[in-house]
Nanobody, 127 residues
Framework: QVQLVESGGGSVQAGGSLRLSCAGS????????MAWFRQAPGKEREGVAG???????TYTDSVKGRFTISKDDAKNTVYLQMNSLKPEDTAMYYC?????????????????????WGQGTQVTVSS
């Protein structure tokens, strides 16, 4: 069973930075694709950044140029570097994973495309 554990959340002022980490375990053989989602109070969970099956990255428009997703395959860890944070970035951030295949494209910002989720880490940005 795949397990994902997020860390790195916290409270920062606008313009500050945070780096989130997601450590995965329980992977079986095969390719897994990872992504970050977030959910603010009263809002739907939205995709923030993710890896597609061929390793390219995708970002939602509101974070382009400010957030960077990366991974360390040796550590089974994915990161989300968040710079120039804004109050509207305040949310619970979730790591997600799924089996993926090099021959099958999918949208890594769509919630229903993922079946493994972490418990989340809170990010609060004050103005």
């Amino acid at each position: 069973q795949v397990q994902l554990v997020e860390s790195g959340g916290g409270s920062v002022q606008a313009g500050g930075s945070l780096r989130l980490s997601c450590a995965g375990s329980g992977y079986t053989d095969g390719l897994y694709c990872m992504a970050w989602f977030r959910q603010a109070p009263g809002k739907e969970r939205e995709g923030v950044a993710g890896f597609e099956n061929i390793g390219t990255t995708t970002y939602t428009d509101s974070v382009k140029g400010r957030f960077t997703i990366s991974k360390d395959d040796a550590k089974n860890t994915v990161y989300l570097q968040m710079n120039s944070l804004k109050p509207e970035d305040t949310a619970m951030y979730y790591c997600a994973a799924r089996r993926c295949f090099s021959w099958a494209q999918f949208n890594p910002l769509t919630r229903n495309n993922f079946n493994y989720w972490g418990q989340g880490t809170q990010v609060t940005v004050s103005s």
